[in-house]
């Protein structure tokens, strides 16, 4: 009997530790290789296809430090997010630091207050290439992935907005002002300034973009020819005219294939979505270019002019139609009868639609860069880089009170990111985390009380007593 009982014991004791080793190794597996997925209907838990993008080309470590008090109370909700971080990245990692507990580290970051977030990359702390960059007091997927853009850029990117001829103002904080603007290019590391174009000045030595946004004077021939030579030279430039202004100036794209129309668009079924005739909505784009081919977003265009192109390459320039308004709008050309509100699509005098809102042109880099044609420095003579100008028939689509409307930042981001060449930052941005609380009528909170009160008693109650009954009768 003893020794049936040892081997009894040795042998349960082998397979129990077979089975915990088992079980050890399926727990280190799962750790690392696992599978997530979102049962929400609004994929509230899943990360943006920008954020996806940036973090598969990530090309260096990044490391998050939270500087949050302890308890599941205080991490919960951080956690979860950076979990998604690391999920889709193994270069991204991340700590909780309680600056209570450990006041050391918090004072190496220069962190004061709970709910601070450092974000840091490069790899090469000793060589100064570290780059920081601070979120407080909100953590959330917008503001981490600006973060990780900054801090894993090359360099800062100089866009200038053309001034002098009243275009939109960057500073300007009214419905009709680009100072959100301003802060989008700003949270996605451009550097954003003023530009007065000054014949004796040239061009800016480090203008990577520049944006021509609703004028409302005309542009002198010598501006024009400057901005035609920056192009011309593999310069970038956002040109967005509005309608029946700047006749003149608006005839700058001509030459390269594009032509803005004198007309407005008028979108009845925009009335459908609670606008106005005058707000077209455009959800058809070029799926085939780069700034659009995974943008189904609908974007509305307020006061749009129409654009007309031309087929093929004209003067060395590759020109592209993005964005079309839907079947069914026109663009009046009788400026008298749409301003009395008697507006009708005249087929023999209007341009029917669908029509074209948004057009890329690809310039071939005509010559050599002389250091004196449009203001650069000697760095930037002999490059092969192509030019490219994008063609808007509207300039309030980003404007402070139309900038968070539908895919409008989306769209704009887009075609910035593409302008400056950093085509992996195209993509829908963080969508805002928005509570869906489940709501219930009167007759489906009286069911569920029911339930709770008396459906899981009567559950245990009845078959308890039809056990017995069938007892007593046996």
């Known amino acids: 009997m003893r020794k049936r009982f040892m081997l009894w014991s040795s042998n349960l004791t082998a397979y129990s530790l077979v089975l915990l080793a088992i079980i050890a190794v399926i727990n280190f597996l799962s750790a690392r290789h696992y599978t997530r997925f979102d049962l929400t209907e609004a994929e509230q ?8 993008d940036i973090l598969k080309n990530l090309n260096t470590g ?18 979860r997010l950076l979990e998604q971080y690391r999920y889709r990245s193994r270069k991204f990692e991340f700590e909780f630091v309680d600056p209570d507990k450990r006041p050391l580290i918090a004072e190496e970051y220069g962190v004061k207050r709970y709910d601070t977030f450092i974000i840091i990359g490069g790899a090469d702390k000793s060589k100064g290439k570290e780059r920081r960059e601070t979120i407080h007091p909100i953590l959330n997927e917008e503001n981490l992935t600006n973060a990780l853009i900054k801090v894993t850029s090359e ?22 002002g680009y100072e959100q603007v301003r802060e989008a290019l700003k949270s996605e590391n451009f550097q954003v300034r003023p530009l007065v ?3 004796g000045a040239g061009m800016p030595v480090d203008a990577d973009m520049v944006i021509v946004a609703g004028p409302e004077k005309e542009f002198f021939d010598a501006e024009l020819e400057m901005l035609g030579s920056y192009l011309d030279e593999g310069g970038k430039i956002l040109f ?29 079924l925009s009335k459908m979505f609670g606008g106005d005739y005058l707000l077209p909505t455009v959800s058809n784009y070029d799926l085939d270019h780069e700034i659009t081919e995974r943008f189904t977003v609908l974007s509305i265009f307020p006061i749009a002019r129409s654009l007309e192109v031309a087929d093929g390459t004209t003067e060395g320039a590759n020109v592209t139609r993005l964005a079309f308004t839907q079947p069914g709008t026109w663009g009046e050309t009788d400026r008298e009868r749409l301003e009395g509100g008697a507006a009708s699509m005249d ?41 490219a100008m994008i063609v808007i028939g509207d300039s309030d689509f980003i404007a402070n009170s139309y900038i968070g409307v539908g895919g409008n930042l989306d769209l704009f981001m887009n075609m910035a990111n593409w302008l400056v060449g950093d085509s992996d930052k195209i993509s829908i941005r963080p969508k805002s985390r928005e509570m869906a609380p489940i709501v219930f009528s009167d007759t489906e909170l009286t069911l569920i009380t029911a339930l709770s009160v008396l459906g899981f008693p009567l559950a245990i109650l009845i078959p308890g007593v039809w056990i017995n009954v069938r007892r007593r009768r046996s």
């Open 45 to 52: 838990f899943t990360l943006s296809d920008r954020t996806v």
């Open 62 to 79: 990044i490391r998050a430090i939270a500087f949050v008090k302890d308890g599941p109370e205080f991490r919960n909700h951080t956690e």
């Open 155 to 176: 360099k800062e990117k100089m866009v200038y907005f053309t001034m002098g001829h009243g275009e939109k103002s960057i500073d300007d904080i009214n419905s009709r």
């Open 197 to 199: 174009l000054s014949v």
């Open 240 to 268: 967005m005219i509005d309608p029946f202004t700047v006749e003149k100036t608006a005839r700058f794209p001509e030459k390269y294939g594009v032509r803005l129309s004198e007309d407005i668009i008028v979108d009845k």
């Open 347 to 387: 087929k023999d005098a209007d341009n029917i639609g669908p029509l074209t809102i948004a057009a890329v042109v690809d310039v071939d880099n005509k010559k050599e860069k002389d250091a004196h044609s449009y203001g650069q420095t000697k760095e930037h003579e002999h490059t092969d880089e192509k030019g």
